[in-house]
T-cell receptor
């Protein structure tokens, strides 16, 4: 079975550029999560969607970050403008059922470097 | 506020020996506890979870975890370690939004 698919796997761009990260959740899963992983802060939840609706975006660091889920099979995380401190590995995860209490299935992440 | 502590950055064990990766938590109400494993350049993989019931939870790849309410701990264990178990292990608690520990690097020596 196909797992969570993220693209690109690696992104290197210059400060100030717009960055768009993409995620395809596991078919049939109705919850989707975006995480950021850094050495300094560990793994942080950015935003949680249920049935394509943002439920909890309290982890989104600032207005430069935005996330959308136009349909059940696709989500984007956008950073505009990007800054060097946004460099991190960004993970998308999906789960079956609502809330935070179901096992989450993670993609392999996008390693983002902002120069 | 809820929190998770993984007191060891690294655990070293010889292949064939039992292993323990420690996790303690703080949360209001009943905890939902999880263990995940992360291999290099990969996403986290679910190992096991505790919601209620038996204090010993069995999971994937021969791992198990023991929930101890009085000590607010949820240690991950395996009776006999394999070199292929070498990876980064994360404990997570969900009393609301998920909180992950900082991770423990498990190194199993041949």
């Amino acid at each position: 079975d196909a797992g969570v698919i993220q693209s690109p796997r690696h992104e290197v761009t210059e400060m100030g550029q717009e960055v768009t990260l993409r995620c395809k959740p596991i078919s049939g899963h109705n919850s989707l999560f975006w995480y950021r992983q850094t050495m300094m802060r560990g793994l942080e939840l950015l935003i949680y969607f249920n049935n394509n609706v943002p439920i909890d975006d309290s982890g989104m660091p600032e207005d430069r970050f935005s996330a959308k889920m136009p349909n059940a099979s696709f989500s984007t995380l956008k950073i505009q403008p990007s800054e060097p401190r946004d460099s991190a590995v960004y993970f998308c995860a999906s789960s079956l059922g609502g809330g935070y209490n179901q096992p989450q299935h993670f993609g392999d992440g996008t390693r983002l470097s902002i120069l | 506020a809820q929190s998770v502590a993984q007191p060891e950055d690294q655990v070293n064990v010889a292949e064939g020996n039992p292993l323990t990766v420690k996790c303690t938590y703080s949360v209001s109400g009943n905890p939902y506890l999880f263990w995940y494993v992360q291999y290099p350049n990969r996403g986290l993989q679910f190992l096991l979870k505790y919601i209620t019931g038996d204090n010993l939870v069995k999971g994937s790849y021969g791992f198990e975890a023991e929930f101890n309410k009085s000590q607010t701990s949820f240690h991950l264990k395996k009776p006999s370690a394999l070199v292929s178990d070498s990876a980064l292990y994360f404990c997570a608690v969900r009393g609301g939004r998920p909180t992950f520990g900082r991770g423990t690097s498990l190194i199993v020596h041949p």
